[in-house]
């Protein structure tokens, strides 16, 4: 019977067939390129995946969104929560609150570098300006109903949207 190495296939590039285990001169000689001895140079050699076991044996969790938890970014640190209550006692009236002025009265302490967030806990009963700093709704309910106000507070979020937004009409008018 004639060799397949020299027959023309129709709709490819006429590559000569690889012919595996036919001797050193062949190019693919003594192990065939599948390397060196034991269960994976052996025929019939479907090893089950490891990461298959692995994940077998991870806890599966009941109800919604059950594994959201392990997606969550535990380095990112949550906002500090900061009542009105305490900054009804800690700041005179008419005055601006912001992260550098709250490190100045002692409400949080300078080294710790983290988000704040004023939340309603207990009455506000002083005019104050929030400057820099985010805001629950309901608090921002309470300061304005002691005719303090609020400056817009830009999460680092919505910022970068604002940016790639700004850039696409930038683009589009170019």
């Known amino acids: 019977?004639?060799?397949l190495n020299h027959v023309k296939r129709p709709g490819s590039l006429q590559r000569k067939?690889?012919?595996v285990g036919r001797g050193q001169a062949s190019g693919r000689g003594k192990q065939s390129g599948r390397g060196?001895?034991?269960q994976t140079a052996r025929a019939g050699n479907k090893r089950r995946p490891e990461w298959r076991d692995i994940i077998?044996?991870?806890p599966k969790r009941r109800g919604y969104g059950k594994n959201r938890g392990r997606t969550v970014d535990g380095t990112k640190p949550d906002a500090l929560a900061i009542p009105l209550e305490i900054l009804n006692a800690a700041f005179e009236s008419g005055?601006?609150?912001s992260q550098k002025s709250l490190i100045e009265h002692g409400v949080i302490h300078a080294r710790k570098q983290v988000p704040l967030k004023v939340v309603s806990g207990g009455e506000l009963s002083k005019k104050l300006k929030f400057v820099g700093i985010a805001v629950?709704?309901?608090a921002r309910a309470a300061i304005e109903k002691a005719g303090g106000s609020v400056e817009a507070f830009v999460s680092a979020?919505?910022?970068?949207?604002a940016r790639t937004e700004k850039k696409h009409l930038?683009?589009?008018?170019?």
Request: charged share 30%; glycine share 14%.
């Open 1 to 3: 019977m004639a060799s």
């Open 56 to 58: 077998k044996k991870l």
């Open 17 to 19: 067939k690889q012919r």
């Open 36 to 38: 060196g001895k034991g």
């Open 95 to 97: 005055a601006e609150v």
């Open 157 to 161: 979020g919505s910022a970068q949207a």
């Open 170 to 174: 930038a683009e589009k008018k170019a």
């Open 136 to 138: 629950s709704g309901s």
